[in-house]
């Protein structure tokens, strides 16, 4: 640093040497005031805001790379003030049960609402559902809720607005669908993956929009998009794609059919564990061997992760002002027992980002490691992480932001 220009200068103009160090002082003074905690830091949350057992009960049956799911249990924030905690549970005592039409197996779909600020349950909802497809995600105009081929939209008090299974098209067979909601929450998309009887397989795409639940557009595109990292802006839907060996992003505005390329990861590409998210409509963070953060095709941040660390799969949560991220690591050991290969996880974190000031600003330990449900949600403001560690979820206060207008004597002064 020394023997930068600005250090040059002072050299050259000895006699205002005191007076521009005294300012750069005041300016470094403040910053770190400003900026202190947002250093990062390495804890386990050992003094969350509240931490409570959400989860009635842990369920027989571990999958394999159990942390990386969400379909058996998760969390959301509704809004700055809400969380909503979901289970899968079982309940053999439903199967005989004529109450109602959803009740078709043992495995129901349990939802709380819970207050932000304490973890005290506010009310509860539940569904029949199935062994897997379950999924809730919230958006502007409040939750939906996937309960295996069945959509219910319902209101940010959990009231069931409308339900609509999916339709069986007879020349048409749907194998799965997903849900990506934008990180703004105003649009949601619903991707079917479909095969028709040639067998060959299609993506019929339909947009809600999030503040009122109305449809936007609709369209269908031959190759189906499946088993591929992707995500939604307000407009326009991206994913992660090999070509020639290299990972690539492709970018497509809603209906257009169209794909554009807007960056080239740099080296071999990733065939471990991705974590890709569009953040805005011309910024997106893409997490492999390290997190890269790009925005109008150019690269903004790179952090290399440790050794050994991989980012858990599908997993990431950005704040609705599309400034603070969050993602986790995991470290993956494999056990051989009579040629039996079995890999088990030996340490889980999560990473936080400032994505305007360009670093990482928390990291929390998960411990003790989950052992069947694990997940993680940052609130719309990014003021709050939520953390599910098989039963109990425990909420932590991240560093609080500094505004652009604070970093602008900063940058001037760079200048």
């Keep these: 640093m020394g023997d930068g220009p600005f250090f040059g200068r002072l050299r050259e103009r000895e006699a205002g040497c005191i007076g521009t160090l005294v300012g750069w002082i005041v300016v470094i003074s403040i910053s770190t005031c400003a900026l202190g905690a947002r ?59 004529r109450e109602s039409a959803d009740v078709s197996s043992p495995f129901r779909l349990q939802a709380s609402l819970v207050d932000g600020s304490s973890g005290k349950p506010l009310l509860t909802r539940e569904w029949g559902t199935r062994s897997g497809g379950s999924a809730i995600v919230v958006n502007h105009a409040g939750v939906i809720v996937r309960t295996g081929d069945t959509l219910r939209l319902l209101s940010s008090d959990l009231v069931e607005l409308q339900k609509s299974p999916l339709q069986h098209d007879d020349a048409e067979r749907l194998i799965d669908w997903e849900i990506q909601v934008s990180a703004s929450r105003r649009s949601v998309l619903f991707n079917q993956y479909r095969v028709n009887e040639k067998n060959a397989g299609l993506s019929q795409y339909s947009v809600l929009d999030g503040e009122t639940f109305e449809d936007r557009e609709a369209w269908e595109e031959v190759p189906a998009l499946r088993n591929a990292a992707f995500s939604v802006s307000d407009h326009a839907i991206a994913y992660v794609k090999r070509l020639h060996g290299r990972d690539q992003i492709v970018i497509s505005e809603f209906g ?16 471990d564990s991705k974590v890709f998210a569009m953040v805005t409509g011309n910024s997106f963070v893409y997490a492999c061997k390290e997190l890269s953060f790009v925005a109008n095709g150019k690269l903004q941040m790179r952090e290399k992760f440790g050794k050994g660390e991989e980012p858990v799969n599908a997993k990431v949560s950005v704040a609705e002002n599309g400034r603070v991220i969050a993602i986790s690591l995991s470290r993956i050991n494999v056990r051989l027992l009579n040629e039996d290969r079995t890999e088990y996880l030996s340490g889980l974190r999560v990473v936080v980002y400032d994505l305007v000031l360009k670093k990482r600003i928390q990291t929390v330990v998960i411990s003790p490691l989950p052992k069947q449900y694990y997940d993680f949600a940052l609130s719309p403001d990014g003021s709050k992480l939520a953390i599910l560690n098989d039963r109990s979820v425990s909420v932590c206060e991240m560093p609080g932001q500094v505004s652009e207008a604070q970093l602008e004597p900063l940058a001037e002064q760079k200048d």
């Design 39 to 97: 250093q990062p830091s390495e804890s386990a949350c050992s003094t969350p805001m509240w931490s409570a057992a959400l989860i009635p009960k842990l369920e027989p049956g571990r999958t394999h790379r159990y942390w990386e799911g969400r379909e058996d249990a998760g969390l959301a924030y509704l809004d700055n003030e809400h969380l909503i905690v979901h289970q899968v549970h079982v309940d053999f005592g439903q199967l005989s049960s």
């Design 256 to 271: 257009s059919k169209k794909w554009n390329a807007v960056w080239h990861r740099a080296g071999e590409g990733c065939n």
